[in-house]
C-alpha cells in the first residue's frame, strides 16, 4: 500500500515515461552486499543514479559493484560495520568529502532475531544486538548525513521494516523493538526536516525471502516477495517520496489492535502457542 504524495502523483500523470529522479543522483545502500540491499542497488543504478555501497563484506560488494558498473552504472564500495561508531563516523567523513551530500539514504543493513520469551531470559545481548544494526547503525548514519540534506534542501530516507511494527508478532521482541524505533525516531525527524524539503519513508515490508529469513523453518512454503520485488517496491518509494507502505495484512491487524487490544493480544497468544522455535533459536545451531 504506497501513499503517494500529490507531486508524485501529479509527476506520473504528466510524465508517466519520462526519466526517473533519480536520474543523476546520489543513493546510499547499506547491506547492498545481498538481498533487498543488492537488488535495490541494481535497480538504482538502472535508473541513473550513482549508487555508493554499504556493507561489511568487501568481496560481495565488488562483485554487486562490478555487476553494476560492466552494464553502464555507477557504483562505489565502502567496507563498514554500522555497529562500529567509529567506523561509521570515518564513512559519513569519507561519503561526504568524496560526494559533497547524499540525496536518497535506504536503510537497508540489519539483523532479525525470532526468539519466544522463555528462550530470552538469559540473552539480553539478543537485544543489544539487534538495536545496535537495526536501529543505532541507522540513527547515527542518518544523523551523520542529515546536515548536508537540509544544506541543500533537498534528501529522502527509506528505512526497510516489518509488518511487524503494527502486529507486534510473537517471538521477535528483541527484532520488532529495534523496527519499532527507527520507524518512530524517523517519524519525528522528517517533521523536523520537514521544512528543509528533508523526507522520510518508513517501509513496513511482510516476508521477503532472503539469507536473514532462511534460519527460520516456520517460513518454509509460506508466501513471500523476492528481494527484486522488494527493490521494485523501494525504487518505487525513493522516486515518489512517500511518509508510509504498508501491506494490507499489517493494515488490519493495527485497526484490531487498536480497537480491540485483549482480542489481538488472544489472538497473537493462539499464534504464538501453535509455533515453535527454530532450532537455530533453540540453540541447536551455532550461528544463534
Not at 124 to 138: K, L, S
Not at 189 to 216: C, H, S
Request: charged share 20%; hydrophobic share 45%; glycine share 8%.
Amino acid at each position: 500500500m504506497l501513499l503517494q504524495t500529490p507531486r508524485a502523483r501529479l509527476r506520473r500523470l504528466l510524465r508517466p515515461g519520462g526519466p526517473s529522479p533519480l536520474d543523476g543522483r546520489t543513493v546510499l545502500v547499506t547491506g547492498a552486499s545481498s538481498g533487498i540491499g543488492e537488488a535495490t542497488a541494481r535497480e538504482v543504478a538502472r535508473c541513473g543514479a550513482s549508487v555508493l555501497l554499504v556493507a561489511r563484506r568487501a568481496e560481495e560488494l565488488a562483485r554487486v559493484a562490478g555487476d553494476i558498473t560492466s552494464t553502464g552504472g555507477r557504483a562505489t564500495t565502502y567496507v563498514c560495520d554500522l555497529t562500529d561508531s567509529d567506523a561509521l563516523d570515518a564513512l559519513v567523513e569519507q561519503v561526504l568529502a568524496e560526494h559533497g551530500a547524499v540525496d536518497y539514504l535506504v536503510n537497508n543493513a540489519g539483523r532479525s532475531i525470532r526468539r519466544s520469551l522463555d528462550l530470552s531470559y538469559d540473552r539480553f545481548h539478543d537485544v543489544e544486538r539487534t538495536m545496535a544494526i537495526n536501529y543505532f547503525g541507522p540513527v547515527r548514519l542518518t544523523l551523520g548525513l542529515l546536515p548536508a540534506m537540509r544544506a541543500q534542501r533537498f534528501g529522502h530516507v527509506v528505512n526497510i521494516l516489518s509488518w511487524g511494527v503494527q502486529l507486534k508478532a510473537p517471538k521477535f521482541s528483541a527484532y520488532l523493538a529495534s523496527k519499532t524505533a527507527l520507524d518512530t525516531w524517523s517519524r519525528i525527524a522528517a517533521r523536523e526536516a520537514y521544512g528543509d524539503n528533508v523526507t522520510f519513508t518508513n517501509m513496513r515490508f511482510g516476508l521477503v525471502r532472503t539469507a536473514m529469513v532462511a534460519p527460520t523453518e516456520a517460513y518454509d512454503g509460506l508466501p513471500a516477495m523476492s528481494a527484486e520485488e522488494a527493490a521494485a517496491r523501494v525504487v518505487r518509494a525513493l522516486e515518489d517520496r512517500p511518509v508510509v507502505w504498508n501491506i494490507p495484512i499489517g493494515v488490519a491487524g493495527e485497526l484490531v489492535g487498536f480497537v480491540a487490544p485483549r482480542l489481538m493480544d488472544a489472538v497473537m497468544w493462539r499464534l504464538d502457542q501453535r509455533t515453535n522455535n527454530s532450532a537455530a533459536a533453540s540453540g541447536q545451531d551455532a550461528a544463534s
